[in-house]
Nanobody, 129 residues
């Protein structure tokens, strides 16, 4: 059964940090491209970051411009989790955050949510100014 379950959301003041985690079932975890998305009220879902496996077995990442320098995506193979460390949070980071995975590579389409096959239920992040 395909499952992605997010955790770690919550409320934090601007400038604070949160760490999101996504537990993935084994058959998803072996997929090539995994990422985080977010959706604020009244806005479209947007890509935050993604992580993929290179042909040599190392990992590569892509980040949205707003996430660069503040967010870090990582994976814990032992725990089959996908994590997102978020630092220096801003009010505009308030959104529902989703974990997603898809077959195939990440590439230039990594931030397009409609290209992802599997989704978690989301975890709310609220940043107060």
């Amino acid at each position: 059964q395909v499952q992605l379950v997010e955790s770690g959301g919550g409320s934090v003041q601007a400038g604070g940090s949160l760490r999101l985690s996504c537990a993935l079932s084994e058959n998803i975890y072996s997929r090539y491209c995994m990422g985080w998305f977010r959706q604020a009220p009244g806005k479209e879902r947007e890509g935050v970051a993604t992580i993929y496996t290179n042909s040599g077995g190392t990992y590569g990442t892509y980040y949205a411009d707003f996430a660069k320098g503040r967010f870090t995506i990582s994976r814990d193979n032992a725990q089959s989790t996908l994590d997102l460390q978020m630092n220096s949070l801003k009010f505009d980071d308030t959104a529902m955050y989703y974990c997603a995975a898809r077959d195939g590579g990440c590439g230039s389409t990594w931030a397009r949510p409609w290209t992802y096959n599997y989704w978690g239920q989301g975890t709310q992040v609220t940043v107060s100014s």
